[in-house]
């Protein structure tokens, strides 16, 4: 049976300990990256609940705006006869359109949209194609 001296086991020792210490290196950066990780993904979250709330404020706005367009129209156009019979026509749809826009925001506009394309798959699968043709000739030239 071989002997152990103390000189043989400093090496051994030292070789522990560092084991040690880069263990404890490793779980503290693990966990600093951790916390990182966390921290930036509660303020991606919170920067696009502040996106989404600042575009339905814009939506709102549009819509206010299109009503706004509407009432300009029927002020400022034709009363009598058939220009009369097409402005108030477009002065309705306006209207109707931007309480759509300020009452439904964008929120509700695209459940509308996923609601339309459900009820309707092929025509929206053939107008998807369309305007992705459209796109890619555009681009193209």
């Given at each position: 049976m071989q002997q152990t001296t103390k000189?043989?086991?400093?090496?051994?020792?030292?070789?522990?300990q560092f084991t040690d210490k880069a263990?404890?290196?490793?779980?503290?950066?693990?966990?600093?990256?951790?916390?990182?990780?966390?921290?930036?993904?509660q303020a991606i979250s919170g920067t696009a609940t502040a996106?989404?709330?600042?575009?339905?404020?814009?939506?709102?706005?549009?819509?206010?705006?299109?009503?706004?367009l509407a009432d300009t129209v029927r002020e400022k156009g034709p009363d009598k006869g058939v220009l009369g019979s097409a402005n108030r026509a477009v002065a309705d749809t306006l209207e109707k359109t931007g309480e759509?826009?300020?009452?439904?925001?964008?929120?509700?506009?695209?459940?509308?949209?996923?609601?339309?394309?459900?009820?309707?798959p092929i025509p929206a699968l053939v107008f998807g194609l369309?305007?992705?043709?459209?796109?890619?000739?555009?681009?193209?030239s």
């Open positions: 000189k043989d086991q400093t090496p051994n020792k030292d070789v522990q263990k404890d290196v490793a779980h503290t950066a693990a966990e600093s990256t951790r916390d990182a990780a966390s921290h930036a993904g996106v989404g709330r600042k575009a339905e404020e814009w939506t709102a706005s549009a819509g206010e705006k299109v009503e706004s759509y826009l300020h009452d439904k925001n964008l929120s509700g506009m695209m459940d509308d949209m996923t609601e339309l394309i459900k009820r309707n369309g305007v992705g043709f459209l796109l890619g000739r555009a681009l193209r």
